[in-house]
């Protein structure tokens, strides 16, 4: 007896289900994609009971033809691809033809709509696969979509739903990924009669402010955009400044105008950031990336939101780049503002500076009312006295030998302008107070606006880990009291094998004993004290198979911020006026003045 037979078209529907609708967040995703494709300027979603009783999706595209509205709801039938070859060429949101056939599997669904050229509409009721009515209706043109009772058919499926706020979450979460990729298309969300979020079309920035900044005064602030265009990949978006980075900052990769989860892309901007991010912050960053629609697959998994890149490594370097450079661009690292702050005079090669003219009495004598013999004194002698200590005073200036500093978005500030005796900052032509060194931490400078505090050790930090970056670093190996084990599994094994002699040229030794184990005999010395260096070898060794490391430098970027930290330890009781002039002058040379790396805040600003 033969027992292999072909499954009725229901049953088909409701496996294909368990991939496409997994909970009503689902439903939203694909019927508001849809509405899209279909050139709507409007989505409405009105969700009741969390999606379980009920989820309509209305929007004003091009509606359909009676045959067409009918044909949909039929397994792999769509409107998107013709033949084999259109699946390299995808740019809609939904192309396999199994949404709408899997929720009319699950759920009772009706439908109505009309194009524009018809007198009337069509409206077709479904129910569990099985087609109930389909008449001609008075519609507005384009369609409406009212989902009902969702698994109703399938009680196990049903039963294992999350708690209404939850599923209200997960419909919110999909929704906003829908908004936020097609800024042009007015979206309104309501919860029963309450409108939860409306968002007008507009620009991609406002977009992104409407969905992520309502509770945050400074999140257009924080925003700082990023553009390239390349024969390979273009990237437009933005990306947070390092202090609104935290532990839940949203993140959003959109691919073609269609969102996406991409692990290696969102290291290619952590890593933009080189340590101006503290531990355990994530910047925040909304990124489209536009490529070519036969340069990416999308086909690789049922909710799309996992795609495959032609050039992956490529568009890895390109986006780094890209948040770098924008990141120096907008300068993020220098919260002085010297535009205002700092007034740059007019100097002419050749002119002479001007004294200023003094008018005094040159008879008046202080002692002659008090009935004491006046004491002879030469007043020229001492007016020149005085006018030397003053001109002696201007020339005590810090020598740079012309060095600049370039701050705030290339501003060229001389250092010998921007300091002067007892005062290190200049607003507006008006001299400061002298900088004091507060509890052997704090260099504080008043200005006219408010006060500059640096926090020193942070400073020092900084200062000497580009120095060390900058140099030649010999780096010495130190044997270690016991010996620590790596056991790596197969794939990391091959890497670090690669990576060996790479290991060892920078101070560490290793034993191999065993399968895919090795002791670690010896390390770099500043290293020694580190409880992390197994840590550290793992990380090398899972950015190297992630093709986004260069061993050499990452190896000497972690010696080299040991090393600073190790001198920013140092107390410091006092700091002499030369000496905080020359730490300002250095810190504001350095490639990030703002924060340390590891993304310690150095510089803090109060204002009045």
């Given at each position: ?37 279909a050139g709507a300027t409007l989505v409405k979603v009105i969700v009741t009971g969390a999606g379980r009783q009920s989820i309509q999706v209305i929007d004003n595209g091009c509606g359909m033809s009676e045959s067409d509205a009918r044909m949909s709801f039929e397994r792999h039938a769509t409107s998107k691809i013709r033949n084999a070859e259109d699946l390299f060429e995808i740019q809609t949101m939904g192309f396999r033809g ?90 309104e969300l309501y919860n029963g009669n309450e409108l939860m979020m409306n968002l007008p079309a507009g620009n991609f920035r406002q977009r992104v402010t409407q969905l992520y900044g309502k509770n945050k005064k400074s999140f257009a602030q924080d925003l700082i955009p990023i553009h390239a265009e390349t024969t390979i990949v273009n990237i437009d978006g933005f990306v947070g400044r390092p202090e609104s980075a935290g532990k ?302 260069e061993l050499q430098r990452e190896m000497k970027s972690q010696l080299a911020s040991r090393i600073a930290r190790c001198a920013s330890r140092i107390r410091r009781e006092h700091l002499s006026r030369e000496e905080r002039e020359r730490l300002v002058a250095r810190l504001f040379a350095s490639s990030n003045p703002n924060t340390t790396p590891d993304g310690k805040t150095i510089v803090k600003r109060i204002e009045l």
């Amino acid at each position: 007896m033969d027992i292999v037979r072909q499954l009725p078209d229901s049953v088909a529907n409701q496996i294909a289900a368990g991939e496409v609708v997994q909970r009503p967040a689902s439903v939203v995703k694909e019927l508001t994609e849809n509405a899209v494709d279909a050139g709507a300027t409007l989505v409405k979603v009105i969700v009741t009971g969390a999606g379980r009783q009920s989820i309509q999706v209305i929007d004003n595209g091009c509606g359909m033809s009676e045959s067409d509205a009918r044909m949909s709801f039929e397994r792999h039938a769509t409107s998107k691809i013709r033949n084999a070859e259109d699946l390299f060429e995808i740019q809609t949101m939904g192309f396999r033809g199994e949404a709408l056939a899997s929720i009319a599997a699950v759920a009772q669904v009706e439908v109505r709509t009309r194009r524009e050229e018809d007198r009337v509409g069509v409206l077709i009721e479904i129910n569990g696969s099985r087609v109930e009515r389909q008449e001609p209706v008075e519609c507005q043109k384009g369609t409406r979509f009212v989902v009902k009772n969702l698994f109703y058919n399938v009680p196990a499926r049903r039963k294992f739903l999350k708690t209404d706020e939850t599923e209200m979450k997960n419909i919110l979460t999909e929704f906003q990924r829908v908004a936020i990729a097609h800024e042009n298309v007015a979206f309104e969300l309501y919860n029963g009669n309450e409108l939860m979020m409306n968002l007008p079309a507009g620009n991609f920035r406002q977009r992104v402010t409407q969905l992520y900044g309502k509770n945050k005064k400074s999140f257009a602030q924080d925003l700082i955009p990023i553009h390239a265009e390349t024969t390979i990949v273009n990237i437009d978006g933005f990306v947070g400044r390092p202090e609104s980075a935290g532990k839940y900052t949203p993140q959003v990769f959109l691919a073609n105008n269609r969102f996406i989860m991409h692990p290696l892309l969102r290291r290619a901007v952590i890593q933009a950031y080189d340590r101006m991010l503290q531990n355990g912050a994530v910047p925040l960053f909304f990124v489209k990336i536009t490529v070519k629609p036969s340069a990416v697959d999308v086909n690789i998994h049922p909710t799309k939101t996992e795609v495959k890149f032609e050039d992956e490594k490529e568009i890895f370097s390109i986006l780094m780049v890209c948040v770098r450079e924008a990141l120096g661009k907008y300068n993020v690292s220098a919260p002085m503002d010297f535009d205002n702050d700092v007034e740059i005079p007019n100097y002419r090669e050749g002119a002479n500076p001007k004294m200023p003219e003094v008018n005094f009495d040159r008879s008046y004598d202080p002692f002659r009312s008090c009935g004491k013999k006046p004491v002879e004194r030469n007043w020229q002698e001492m007016f020149q006295g005085l006018r030397n200590e003053v001109i002696e005073g201007q020339d005590q200036r810090l020598d740079f030998h012309g060095e600049e500093l370039r701050v705030n978005a290339g501003l060229s500030v001389n250092t010998s302008l921007a300091t002067s005796p007892g005062n290190t900052i200049l607003d507006n032509n008006e001299t400061v107070g002298e900088s004091i060194f507060f509890r052997g931490k704090w260099l504080c400078v008043a200005l006219s606006s408010g006060l500059v505090a640096i926090d020193v050790p942070a400073a020092v930090y900084r200062i000497e880990y580009d120095r060390l970056m900058q140099s030649e670093m010999e780096v010495l190996s130190q044997r270690i009291l016991f010996d620590e084990i790596l056991e790596l599994d197969g794939d990391s094994e091959c890497i670090f094998t690669e990576l060996e002699k790479d290991l060892e040229e920078v101070g560490f030794r290793f034993e191999q004993f065993g399968r895919s184990m090795y002791r670690v005999t010896s390390v770099p010395a500043v290293l020694a004290e580190d409880a992390d260096r197994i840590a550290l070898i793992k990380e090398i060794i899972h950015d190297t198979r992630e093709g986004v490391v260069e061993l050499q430098r990452e190896m000497k970027s972690q010696l080299a911020s040991r090393i600073a930290r190790c001198a920013s330890r140092i107390r410091r009781e006092h700091l002499s006026r030369e000496e905080r002039e020359r730490l300002v002058a250095r810190l504001f040379a350095s490639s990030n003045p703002n924060t340390t790396p590891d993304g310690k805040t150095i510089v803090k600003r109060i204002e009045l």
